[in-house]
């Protein structure tokens, strides 16, 4: 494939912590996205959730359907922009494993709880997914991924260490492997890596707002009203398909709306680019600023789509309800296992024993934290039931 010259190269891929011979089939980053594919982290996505928990439709999406379409996104505009679609893609599949049941209830729950012991951070665990917690090969810990992988998974948001955020300040994980293998926190991840970053923008905000019209939380009408942009869509195409039903309508706007947000980003990356005469991938590490963005006027479009769908779904009194049992649900669980380590499920004992040996700062209060994150939202409501909390 005819890469463009600021595009990551799996040639010049700095390699895994641990050496592996090549695959004959595989590039690096081919190799890598197999593996989070296989990984038991990325199977239990199937029942964690965005924003309802454990709903009872089929149609709801989940973190594992939700990774899925941020995974098109990011192929799409990585295609798009001549850069690497296996490292975009990569990136975008592994970008949610850290997170816990009740979506970011579970996390707040969870920060919380930790908070003396030094807290909890979904992009922090996502690492300790990949670098310790899976445990699928003989020779080491982790998925063994590449060096240009984790850096996406960890820096996708941007530096991590910053004039305003000293390396003092980066979550645990992060601060003990980067002694390990240097990620170069002080400086933008790959472009790859920028892309699945807003491709997961692009795609929670409209297919929360799908989802949330699935589930009465609100109607067209409010969103149309509320949302100059959204409404424009609708309308234009209620006046060119007067015959056709609101759920085919409200699919095509959904796919307009994606489409014009790629445009965007497309178009104003390729300016930035343009801006700093990028000529190799370290041009874009070394960038003053994120070269993956939409412009001024779609960051103000999603800005009132986040405002309405904060509102009238993330917020919603019905919502409310299920993150309050949520929030106890986790807070419970953590106060028993803390208290009665040896409650745990011998397997997982037996598993953090074997992680003590070779876990950095690795505590009961760690080991509950990594225990619980890990589960889906049914089995920590069953889990609740059983332990009475």
Request: with cysteine; charged share 30%.
């Amino acid at each position: 494939m005819n890469l463009a010259p600021y595009a990551t190269r799996w040639q010049d891929s700095r390699g895994r912590l641990h050496d592996e011979a090549p695959s004959r089939y595989r590039t690096p980053f081919q190799r890598d996205r197999d593996r989070i594919i296989h990984s038991s982290a990325f199977r239990r996505l199937i029942n964690k959730t965005q924003v309802f928990i454990s709903p009872e439709g089929d149609h709801i999406r989940t973190r594992l359907t939700h990774s899925l379409e941020v995974a098109q996104v990011a192929r799409a505009i990585a295609r798009t922009l001549g850069t690497d679609e296996d490292l975009a893609e990569t990136v975008a599949l592994a970008h949610d494993l850290g997170h816990t049941p009740f979506g970011h209830t579970g996390e707040d729950a969870l920060d919380e709880m930790m908070a003396p012991y030094g807290g909890f951070d979904h992009n922090d665990q996502a690492l300790r997914v990949l670098v310790h917690l899976e445990r699928r090969y003989i020779d080491f810990d982790g998925l063994n991924l590449t060096w240009e992988t984790l850096e996406g998974v960890v820096k996708h948001n941007g530096p991590m260490v910053t004039p305003e955020s000293g390396p003092d300040r980066l979550p645990t994980t992060i601060r003990h492997y980067n002694e390990n293998q240097d990620l170069r926190l002080d400086e933008y991840a790959s472009l790859e890596a920028q892309v699945a970053a807003i491709a997961d923008d692009i795609a929670y905000n409209h297919h929360d707002m799908d989802d949330g019209l699935r589930a009465c939380l609100f109607t067209v009408e409010e969103v149309c009203d509320q949302v100059p942009h959204v409404g424009a869509v609708f309308q234009k195409l209620r006046t060119d398909h007067p015959n056709v039903e609101e759920s085919v309508l409200t699919a095509v706007a959904v796919r307009q709306l994606i489409g014009e947000m790629v445009d965007d980003v497309v178009e104003e990356t390729k300016n930035r680019l343009k801006h700093i005469a990028a000529e190799r991938p370290e041009d874009i590490r070394t960038a003053d600023q994120q070269m993956v963005a939409f412009t001024d006027t779609m960051r103000e479009k999603e800005r009132q789509l986040k405002a309405f769908l904060f509102k009238h779904m993330y917020r919603a009194p019905s919502v409310n309800a299920e993150r309050k049992r949520a929030y106890q649900i986790v807070c419970g669980m953590f106060r028993h296992y803390l208290k009665y380590p040896d409650k745990m499920p011998a397997e997982w004992q037996a598993n953090n024993q074997a992680l003590v040996r070779r876990d950095f700062g690795r505590d009961t209060a760690r080991a509950v934290a990594d225990y619980i994150a890990g589960m889906t939202d049914r089995f920590a409501m069953a889990e609740a039931v059983k332990l009475n909390v």
